[in-house]
């Protein structure tokens, strides 16, 4: 079995969470590792129907999104949990629910964000008809450690999604040389690189 | 890979379900599968915060218990499904959103039930403490096609099991022969008996 592990995408609405989450679930895919993305869409359409943004509600959906991470991630699986979660206790307890925890932030100015309004939340919470809306009526905590940062007002989705993958490579949740479904040891990598060079393909 | 499924026990409070996942779970790891267990307790403080027994709050913790089943058999687990779910209508939607998926109806006489009372929930539901209970004062409907039936005021809890175990291997969720993680193909059984006789074991 995989080792598997919970990436938890960490950062504003309208950041780039869910975009990165998806770009970085088709890669791991093309590595051969089972990835479920957990995005807000998903989460509010299968998980928590009838929440909605004060700190309660949201800790209520952190909590059932790390529940259904650390039972995916102890069978092996790779899972990208992007829904919101803007209280920093909430994440501290998913990290020790789940175990293998790479906290991704993904920063962006405030007014970016607001610019951006892909789901036209920030226009609502900023007329006051949302309560409750983490960055703007309430506080978005950031991680104090998070295992990286990425900005994405700085960088292309790609060039943070690569990062992100990089540093799985190096925490030793993805394998170097990537595989169908099965993390080679370094041992049987060296065997299957020298027979690949006996056949001459490399 | 495994091949995942979901085992999913249907029935009245108190027949018996939970107590048989739970016999069936330890049966699976020990055959060298990764099970898990979504029982109503499991289910009520990890999925279902909040939701009462209404056939409403019934249908939106299946359809929570069914996602969560949905994406960790699609990962190769073995899932064990054991909370109330009184709906037809919403056990073969769960069933169609699964796909690989094993209706048990654990069968026991209402009488039974009540006089077992494990819970204690039988006797509010009788006083009238607790509105829409399966069972008393809302419907169970029976499943009409489960893939197997269970007795359990026939059979033991142990009896019930096996059956049910049986049943996974003729339907090859199970490998005849069990294994650390791994199921065998018929060619990679052969080969593994041959080995072992040739050696002397068998």
Known sequence: MNKGFTVWFTGLPGAGKSTISHLLGKKLKEWGRNAEILDSDV??????????????????????????????????VAVLSAAISPSREAREKARKEIGNFVEVYVKCPLEVCVE???????????????????????????????????ETDKETAEESTNKIFQKLIELGYVSQTGSAGHVYSPEEEDKIKERLSRLGYI
Chains 1, 2 share one sequence.
């Open 43 to 76: 989460v509010r359409t299968n998980l928590c129907q009838g929440l909605g943004f004060s700190k309660q509600d949201c800790d209520i959906s952190i909590q059932r999104v790390a529940f259904m991470c650390k039972l995916l991630t102890r069978n092996g």
């Open 116 to 150: 951006r309004d892909i789901t036209g939340l920030y226009q609502k919470a900023l007329k006051g008809e949302i309560q409750d809306f983490a960055g703007v009526s309430d506080p978005c905590e950031e991680p104090l450690n998070p295992e990286i940062v990425v």
